[in-house]
């Protein structure tokens, strides 16, 4: 082992080691060379936090290549940081003491299309010794990707992009919508065209597959979905989006909330998230002998994730303000349930046209939304079905209408509260050994914190403290 490598354990918690550092050097330099002729003069580095704030780091171009070798400061502590920015503690991970690296991906580094003159990468943390940061929730998503791909098994996921605009104000005024007309009406695209046009230019020079962009429900809401990648790809991107989101609506007067619920009392912003099994080049949603064609494989992981959807909650949907998104007949996902084509369960089968199912085939986890950290999200979700495999699960039988109008007992709510998500999270021996004990209690710390913080709270006031937040 030379002094440039800094070498890793093969285990359960294992992620991929840095490579040398001399290779870093020279991927930097050549990363730099191209975003310079794209008149790039600075690159943000972000991670996000257990809250599920995209938090940054940036340097000027020239100070790439030392980043890549040496990577930027990063305190430990911003793992147990609160959205509104207060800072907790856990068994663990906590105070003023101690420093971790943040390295950018090159391989993800992009000129930021509405932003000119930045470029943007996604970054890991390790420790001051070049070890990888136990607490790094992209090296968790890291991980279980790589897990699955010892078992010859690669998850496609794709994250939903749900916003609201708003015309700029103060952030203490009430929201007033550059748009108003019916749900996915054309009227709102109209009104909004030059904007959507904008963010799906930014999209597609940053080298991102849109499918599809939409208003959807509430007042001043939008919808963008891009083509599903890997696991820690699809988190990337999710942030990717958001970000370029942000920026385009910036730079038409406008400001925008990723929050789960901008306005209480209305349909608030989601982050499905979309995903199906592959081995080699075979989607196992389709030509089983399972539920609609699922495989033996297919169907144990999805039973794995529909069964671990109470805990899951804790990492899919981290705001407080989430559970007043998560509510019944509002297409939320708040049900313990899966369905073909049902917008009420929090499981959805998808299975694509006639002619496309063969790759289109997927299910959609409806009761995330973007306050969850996404790295967490699909990696909690890889160890659920994972573990789902491991126990050959079978689904339970599917549920067809709106759960609410079941008679009572026939289908189990999900938590309707933090403290029964953060409950079920405690007693999940697979996401305790999946996230490693210091990603665990970080998580916990977070959560807890913040169902005391808002515990008491008026839906309301709630909502007008978390909306410009995310």
Known sequence: MTADTVAVAVDAHAAVELPPRAERARQAEAAADRLRAAGVEAVAVTWVDNAGITRVKAVPLDGLVHAAQWGLGAAPCFDVFLADDAITTSPIIGGPTGDLRLYPDLGRVVPLAAQPG????????HTQAGTPHPGCQRLFARRMEATAAA???????????EWVAALAGAPADEPQYPTHGPAYGMHRLTDLSDYLRDVLRALGEQGLEVLQIHPEYAPGQFEVSVAPEGPVAAADTAVLVRHTVRAVSARHGLRVSFAPVVEAGTVGNGAHLHLSLWREDRNLGRGGSGPHGLTAEAEGFLAGVLAALPELLVLGCSSPAGYLRLVPSHWAGAYQCWGLENREAALRLVTGSAGERSAAANAEVKCFDASANPYLAVGAVLAAGLAGLDQRLALPPEFNGDPAAAAPGTVPRLPARPAEAI????RSAVLREALGEPLYQAVLAVRRAEAVQYADTAPERMVAATRWRY
């Open 118 to 125: 930045w470029a943007w990468a996604p970054g890991d943390r």
């Open 151 to 161: 078992r010859g098994l690669a998850l496609k996921a794709g994250i939903e992009v």
């Open 423 to 426: 409950a079920a999270y405690e």
